[in-house]
Structures are given as structure tokens and as C-alpha cells.
């Protein structure tokens, strides 16, 4: 290969804060069942093949607090285990039946009774309940970099006004990840790509060398940015942004014609959770009889039609090979004609989140491993963090303002203020205002009132997570957000209200740090305008 | 996110959505009705919206109520002691918000005595309350404002921002009957930074070298723009109106 062009991959490993031992079972908790059985399990089985057959790689994973915390989390873990008993016990049934009923089936139902298999497996005996321990060994080894990000994952232009709350996001980021990971991070993935000028202050008083940023973020700098998406930029402080590159990321990203949506791919959409007589089906979906994904999918994509084809695994593999090759080719052409230009080698970083890859995109993490493999044969060694590449070239970066921009619809806030979500903002904001007011009025309290004003600085943090407006903007489970912002913050006024009358409702107070558990060791001091 | 289609959901798929979006007839609809009448219940959307963004939000949407439907049956309980959040605050202030280089978002509430002092003790007292944006070029200092008169009622509003360059900040005022104006509350400011290359287009129409590193990132391979308005914009100056 003439150009060898430099890839850093990031994935945004995250899911909101959803734990409710209150109930048997709970259908949200099944998001994070989901994302590990069928994206954070088989990704590390990926990384480790290609470990063990010596093939070089570096990638990026952001692990947020909130997932590393559920992650860690013992009734969960528990919750995890029975969740994959009952899939394979669904798979036993479902080979049992594709083999006397739908035999064009029965190879990937027995498929998908292995990866169970598999990942119960690994998920007791190698990891023992803990995954991050998996990860943890795959960065000492020097394959990936880990990241961390806002401590609630929450979208920050919208509190840019609220200093202190956006210094709790950070360093409660910061910090859950030296608890988690045992060292400091030094790249931070900012929620949603949302960034505003001067966030970066923040991000250097805690220690972070660099963020990733949405691609339109350097065309619209207020700065001769000398080029464009593929250099990564210091900030004027020294911090360093990389911003995505939108073409290479929508080869895989963009519904309409990105890799995922070849008709020889599995479809997402069809589902024995909804294809089944409800008689057959109803243990493994949620009582009473409502129906989900099970995760046993057998057609492909197909075409724009419900007459859908069986799924074939081998047509499927021969795609993803020609679709990594494209990848990598499109990439190489793109560097050669850049090269020339810019006189220098360019950066493409793509930013994806993680559960794209397996839960949303069932050969997303094949295609990964044929990526690297590809790009191993043909000895491109192409593979970077933001934190090697800077080693390496960090003295030779532009310096310039990234502008505010997100990924998300229209490149900036719209999808986290508009109408179906911007009356959360007044309450959010008034519980920051109060936090810090109680911060300053009870400052280093002991005993119950520390307990009391900790979960008060817990409530505040959970509800600016920003799944909660995208779900209200999405319009999916609205039911569920709405009564997640509006819990969070109607728990912080009963702190407030009681600390107002200098008393601690105990009552509240035990029930609420047995649901929210999150951040152990927070210091509600942290709100504290005048530290 | 990907591979949301509607066409792709089989038939049963599309009924047990009709069912859980309350459809009354669902059971009388074949599949091309089905869809329809799910993509009617879907789309009272934001007229903001292209059409082409409009597809990708229902397919969106589509994807969701299938994955995380939960039905009326589970219930997060209150923990105890709780009370509904107030419609609103007792204190006299107004904050703002920044959604996009052209549009900011605005909330504000009244303390009891500042609603007093602007409508008296029956509430009859006739005065108005109006929003003052004020807009401040950040390159000469130059300052205009615009007034947006805004009833009793009101308690958030989406302000235009007409240029870039500028830093704005909104109060919230009360003029009385006589005439006489005074600010009750005041925002912090926003600001809205123009673009280098907004500015020096006919450097990336001359330069091709300049136009490949800085603008093709930001198309697909089938010619689609990143999602946002200010770079469609350039992009229509730099096709000369083609795109």
C-alpha cells in the first residue's frame, strides 16, 4: 500500500443508570442484559482471538460510569445470570423446534444456543460476574484505550451555565474511572458529542489529555483550521479534539446505505419475541404477556418487504469480508488523495457506540475483526488511540477553537431542548441551583445529614443523564424517562424541603440509597461553588 | 439508529403496534392501511423538520416502541414522602438556553411578590410583560434590541437569533400603564461565533485542494450532507445552488 492511512475507532460503551431490585423482574433492566450478551462479551471474545493470534490492534472504548456501576452491581450481575439461564433454555426449545418444524432455521438457533453457552461461560468462569475485568486486561496488554466520560452521561451545553454541575459530571467521570480502572483517564467522550466553547478548562483541571467532537465541529471553528476533520486540533489550553469523520463513519453508520443495511445481513426486526404463538413464547417475554425481543432472529433484511428470506451465515461472512475490504479501500483512496494535499498523513476517527456493534448490527463485531485482520495482511499497522497519536505527533497539532456542535439531529441541541423535553430543564436546573445552596449552607456535615445530602447530589446527577430527554425526543419509552426525571428530582426535594426544617427523613433516605446506588463514595460538597 | 424500516415488520409485528398505539380499528386493516395509519399516529411531528429527517424520525420511533414497549402494567413506585414538582418557582428569574446558532430557547418564572408589583392584588392591574433580547455584535460592540411581548401566562418562549458574531442575553420586563419599563430578571449570555470559512467561501470554491480536506469529509459517498443547516447553506454557496 502506497498511503497507510491512521484509524482511531472509539466506541461509546453506554447505558443510562436502570436498577430496580424492587421488582422481580424489571423490562428496562433488559438493556443492559442485551448490550452484554450480544455486544460487550463478544467484542472481548474478538479482541482476544486477535490477541492470541498476534495480530496488532488498538482501539478506544469509553466505558461510562453509570455502565461501569451496573457492571459491578451484585443484584444485577445476579439478575444477568438468570437472564442468560432463560436464554438458553429458550434456545434448547427453539433448536428442539426448528429441528421438527423449521429445519432452515436450526442452523442459527443452534448458533445462537452457543453463544449463550459461550457467554454464560465466560461471563462466570472467566470474568467471574465482572467484565471490566476482561477489558482492564486487554488495555495493560496495550490493545485498547479506555476512556471515561460524564459521570451521568449527561448532554453539557445545556448546563454550561451551571459551572459546578459541569465540574461534578467531570470528576465524578474521572474519578468512578480511577475507582473502576485503578489510574487516571486521559481521553473523556463527551456525551453526544456535545461540546461548547471553553468545556475544555474543565477537562484539563481534571487531568484529560483529549475529546472527541462531532465532524462539523472544525468547518465551523471560528479558526482557519488548516485540515478539517483529519488532524485532531489543540485547544487553545492545550487539550486536544478529535473530530469524527462523517464519511468514513456513515460507510457503517447511515441506515439507508451503510454496511448494516446489505439484504444478505440479519434482520433486527423479526424476532421469534413477536413472530410466536404467545403460548409458546410467553415465558421468555415479559409478564403479563408483553411481547419483546427474545434475541432468536432467523430472516435477513432482505429488501424493503415483510416476505424476508432466511437468514444464511455463509452469505453473511462473505459480505462481511468484501465489506471490510471496502472499508479499508475506501479509506486508503481517501488518504492517498488527501496525502497529496495535505502534505501530511490524515487521521479519520470514528466514533461509534459500542452496542452498535452486535445488538443493533449482528455481524458488526466480524466485521471489526476482519477490519484489523485485513489491514494486519496487508500491512497497513493502521490502528491508533488519541493517546498514541498524540505521543506521536501531539507537538506537530494546529491550534484552534472546535464550535458547538453535537452528533445529534441538526448538529447541535435540538434533539435534547425542544418541545417534548424542555420543561425539564427549569426543574434540573432550580435542583443544581439548590444543591449548591445546600452545599454552602451545610457544608462538611457527618453522619445521617452527609448520608442525606449525598443522595441529594445523586438525585441531581441521575436526572440530568441525557437518555431521558432522547428518549422524550424519540418518543419511545417515554412513560418510563418522564418518571425517571421527574423521580430523581422530586427525591432531591425531600432533601431539600427537610434539610430546609434541618431534619433528615430516614424513611426516604434508606430506600432511596437502596435504589441509587450509584457513586458510593460521592461528596455532595462537590457543589460546592465557593471550592 | 440503523436498519429501521417499517416495511420490514411483518404483519403481526405491525398489528401488535397498531394495538399498543390504541389504533381503534387495527384489527379490520390489511398491511398497507396498517402502515399508513401507523405512520399518521407517528407523524405529528415538528414542522421543523424536513421530510427527508421526518423518515428517519419515524423509523426511529418504530424501532423503539418495539424494543422498549413496557406496557400499563409495571409501575415505578414513589419513594415515600414525595411530592409532584411545582408547575413552577416562586422566584423572579429567566434563563437561557442555546439550541442552534439561530434559534435559543427561554423559561423564566415570577415570585408572588413581583407578580404582585406588575398585576396588583386582584391580578387586574393592566400592564405587560415582554421579553428584551439583546443582541451584541461581539467585533464592534454594538448593541440592538428587539422586544417579544409575552402574556401572564407564558413561561417559555424560543427566541430567534438573527445573526452570528453576536452574544444575547434576555430580560424579562414589565412595562406599566403609563409607559414606565423596568427588567426583572436578566439571562446570562449566549454567544454565536461565526465560522471561519462562512466567511472566506470563496477561498474553498477556488481552492480545490482546500475544499477536498475541509468539506467532502462532511458528505457521504452518496452525496448527503451532515446534518446541519449552517453547512447546507455553505454547501448551496459552494454548488452555486446545485445542491
Given at each position: 500500500m502506497s ?5 482511531a475507532?472509539?466506541?461509546n460503551?453506554?447505558l443510562?443508570?436502570?436498577r ?6 424489571f423490562l428496562?433492566?433488559?438493556w ?22 498476534k ?19 451484585s443484584?444485577?450481575?445476579e ?11 429458550l434456545?434448547?426449545?427453539e ?11 436450526l442452523?442459527m438457533?443452534?448458533?445462537?444456543l452457543d453463544?449463550s ?8 468462569d472467566k ?9 482492564k486486561?486487554?488495555?495493560t ?20 451555565d ?24 486521559k ?5 453526544e ?8 478548562d474543565t ?5 484529560i489529555s483529549?475529546?472527541?467532537t ?7 471553528s ?7 476533520t483529519?488532524?485532531p ?5 492545550g ?16 441506515n439507508a446505505?451503510?454496511y ?5 445481513y440479519?434482520?433486527?426486526?423479526r424476532d421469534?419475541?413477536?413472530d ?13 404477556s ?6 432468536y ?5 432482505t429488501?424493503?418487504?415483510?416476505q ?6 455463509d ?5 462481511i469480508a468484501e465489506?471490510?475490504?471496502n ?9 492517498e488523495?488527501l496525502?497529496?494535499?495535505m ?6 476517527t470514528?466514533g461509534?457506540d459500542?452496542?452498535l ?6 455481524e ?9 485482520r ?16 498524540l ?9 484552534a ?5 453535537s ?8 434533539v ?14 432550580k435542583?443544581?441551583e ?6 454552602v449552607?451545610?457544608?462538611d ?10 443522595q441529594?447530589?445523586r ?16 418518543k419511545?419509552?417515554t ?16 432533601v431539600?424541603q427537610n ?11 434508606v ?6 446506588i450509584?457513586f458510593?463514595d460521592?461528596?455532595?460538597?462537590i ?5 | ?12 409485528e ?5 394495538q399498543?398505539?390504541q ?5 379490520s ?6 402502515i399508513d395509519?401507523l405512520?399518521?399516529?407517528f407523524g ?7 421530510s ?6 419515524h423509523?426511529?420511533?418504530?424501532c423503539?416502541s ?13 419513594l415515600?414522602?414525595?411530592e409532584?414538582?411545582p408547575?413552577?418557582?416562586l422566584?423572579t ?7 442552534d446558532?439561530?434559534w ?16 396588583g ?6 400592564s405587560?410583560l ?7 455584535n ?10 417579544i ?12 437569533l438573527p ?6 442575553l434576555v430580560?424579562l420586563c ?12 436578566q439571562?446570562?449570555s449566549?454567544?454565536?461565533y461565526?465560522a471561519y ?10 481552492d480545490?485542494d482546500l475544499?477536498?480536506?475541509h468539506?467532502?469529509?462532511l ?5 448527503d450532507?451532515v446534518?446541519n443547516?449552517v453547512i447546507?447553506?455553505l454547501?448551496?454557496?459552494?454548488s452555486?445552488g446545485?445542491?
Amino acid at each position: 500500500m502506497s498511503c497507510n492511512p491512521s484509524i482511531a475507532l472509539i466506541l461509546n460503551a453506554h447505558l443510562p443508570f436502570v436498577r430496580h431490585p424492587e421488582y422481580p423482574k424489571f423490562l428496562e433492566e433488559d438493556w443492559l442484559f442485551e448490550s452484554i450478551s450480544e455486544s460487550y462479551l463478544p467484542l472481548l471474545r474478538m479482541f482476544n482471538r486477535l490477541k492470541s493470534d498476534k495480530i496488532p490492534f488498538k482501539m478506544t472504548i469509553s466505558l461510562s460510569p453509570t455502565l461501569c456501576c451496573m457492571l459491578t452491581d451484585s443484584v444485577l450481575q445476579e439478575r444477568f445470570i438468570q437472564f442468560m439461564e432463560r436464554h438458553i433454555e429458550l434456545g434448547e426449545k427453539e433448536v428442539e423446534r426448528c429441528t421438527k418444524e423449521q429445519p432452515e432455521f436450526l442452523e442459527m438457533a443452534q448458533f445462537y444456543l452457543d453463544q449463550s453457552r459461550q457467554n454464560l461461560s465466560d461471563y462466570q468462569d472467566k470474568y467471574h460476574n465482572n467484565i471490566l475485568e476482561g477489558f482492564k486486561v486487554l488495555e495493560t496488554s496495550g490493545h485498547l484505550e479506555l476512556a471515561t466520560t460524564a459521570a451521568t452521561h449527561a448532554y453539557l451545553p445545556l448546563y454550561k451555565d451551571y459551572p459546578t454541575a459541569i465540574n461534578a459530571q467531570v470528576e465524578l467521570g474521572v474519578q468512578s474511572f480511577l475507582t473502576t480502572f485503578g489510574h487516571l483517564p486521559k481521553g473523556f467522550w463527551l456525551p453526544e458529542c456535545g461540546y461548547y466553547p471553553e468545556l475544555e478548562d474543565t477537562l484539563k483541571y481534571h487531568g484529560i489529555s483529549w475529546f472527541q467532537t462531532a465532524s462539523q465541529s472544525m468547518l465551523l471553528s471560528p479558526d482557519k483550521v488548516e485540515y478539517g476533520t483529519y488532524r485532531p486540533v489543540h485547544c487553545p489550553n492545550g487539550v486536544a479534539a478529535f473530530p469524527r469523520d462523517f464519511q468514513a463513519t456513515s460507510l457503517v453508520w447511515s441506515n439507508a446505505t451503510g454496511y448494516p443495511a446489505d439484504k444478505n445481513y440479519r434482520e433486527f426486526y423479526r424476532d421469534i419475541g413477536y413472530d410466536l404463538p404467545m403460548e409458546y413464547i410467553k415465558e421468555y417475554i415479559h409478564e403479563p404477556s408483553v411481547r419483546v425481543f427474545t434475541g432468536y432472529k432467523y430472516w435477513a433484511i432482505t429488501g424493503q418487504t415483510d416476505q424476508k428470506v432466511p437468514y444464511q451465515r455463509d452469505k453473511a461472512q462473505k459480505r462481511i469480508a468484501e465489506h471490510a475490504e471496502n472499508f479499508l479501500y475506501n479509506l486508503q483512496k481517501k488518504a492517498e488523495s488527501l496525502e497529496k494535499t495535505m502534505h501530511k498523513a490524515p487521521l479519520f476517527t470514528m466514533g461509534y457506540d459500542a452496542e452498535l456493534f452486535g445488538h443493533w448490527w449482528f455481524e458488526g463485531i466480524d466485521w471489526l475483526e476482519q477490519v484489523i485482520r485485513q489491514s494486519a495482511e496487508k500491512g497497513m499497522n493502521s490502528f491508533v488511540s488519541p493517546s498514541t497519536f498524540l505521543n506521536k505527533e501531539g507537538s506537530t497539532l494546529q491550534t484552534a477553537r472546535p464550535a458547538f456542535s453535537s452528533w445529534g439531529q441538526g448538529g447541535y441541541s435540538a434533539v435534547w431542548l425542544d418541545g417534548s423535553n424542555a420543561w425539564s430543564y427549569q426543574h434540573i436546573h432550580k435542583a443544581i441551583e439548590r444543591m449548591e445552596e445546600l452545599s454552602v449552607r451545610f457544608s462538611d456535615q457527618i453522619s445521617l445529614k452527609q448520608r442525606f445530602l449525598n443522595q441529594a447530589a445523586r438525585e441531581v446527577l441521575l436526572a440530568m443523564a441525557s437518555d431521558w430527554p432522547f428518549i422524550l425526543f424519540n418518543k419511545s419509552s417515554t412513560e418510563y424517562a418522564q418518571k425517571r426525571i421527574g423521580d430523581h428530582l422530586k427525591n432531591f426535594n425531600v432533601v431539600y424541603q427537610n434539610m430546609c426544617k434541618n431534619a433528615v427523613n430516614t424513611e426516604w433516605l434508606v430506600k432511596a440509597e437502596k435504589r441509587d446506588i450509584i457513586f458510593s463514595d460521592i461528596d455532595y460538597n462537590i457543589f460546592n461553588p465557593e471550592r | 439508529m440503523i436498519l429501521i424500516n417499517i416495511d420490514s415488520l411483518s404483519t403481526t409485528e405491525l398489528q401488535y403496534i397498531a394495538q399498543q398505539e390504541q389504533l381503534d380499528d387495527w384489527k379490520s386493516l390489511d398491511r398497507e392501511e396498517l402502515i399508513d395509519a401507523l405512520e399518521e399516529a407517528f407523524g405529528e411531528q415538528d414542522d421543523e423538520v424536513t421530510s427527508a429527517q421526518k423518515g428517519k424520525v419515524h423509523r426511529n420511533r418504530y424501532c423503539n416502541s418495539l424494543t422498549d414497549y413496557r406496557g400499563d402494567q409495571q409501575k415505578v413506585n414513589d419513594l415515600p414522602g414525595v411530592e409532584q414538582l411545582p408547575e413552577n418557582y416562586l422566584d423572579t428569574s429567566i434563563h437561557l438556553l442555546q439550541r442552534d446558532p439561530q434559534w435559543a430557547y427561554a423559561y423564566w418564572s415570577l415570585s408572588t411578590a413581583s407578580q404582585l408589583m406588575v398585576f396588583g392584588e386582584d391580578g387586574q392591574q393592566p400592564s405587560t410583560l415582554f421579553l428584551r433580547v439583546q443582541q451584541s455584535n461581539l467585533s464592534d460592540g454594538t448593541v440592538k434590541t428587539f422586544d417579544i411581548e409575552v402574556s401572564v401566562s407564558d413561561h417559555q418562549w424560543n427566541i430567534n437569533l438573527p445573526d452570528t458574531g453576536c452574544s444575547y442575553l434576555v430580560d424579562l420586563c414589565w412595562r406599566d400603564k403609563k409607559g414606565n419599563e423596568m427588567s426583572l430578571a436578566q439571562s446570562k449570555s449566549i454567544e454565536t461565533y461565526p465560522a471561519y470559512w462562512q466567511e472566506h467561501l470563496d477561498d474553498l470554491i477556488e481552492d480545490r485542494d482546500l475544499y477536498l480536506t475541509h468539506f467532502s469529509a462532511l458528505v457521504t459517498k452518496e452525496g448527503d450532507i451532515v446534518d446541519n443547516a449552517v453547512i447546507r447553506d455553505l454547501a448551496q454557496h459552494l454548488s452555486k445552488g446545485v445542491l
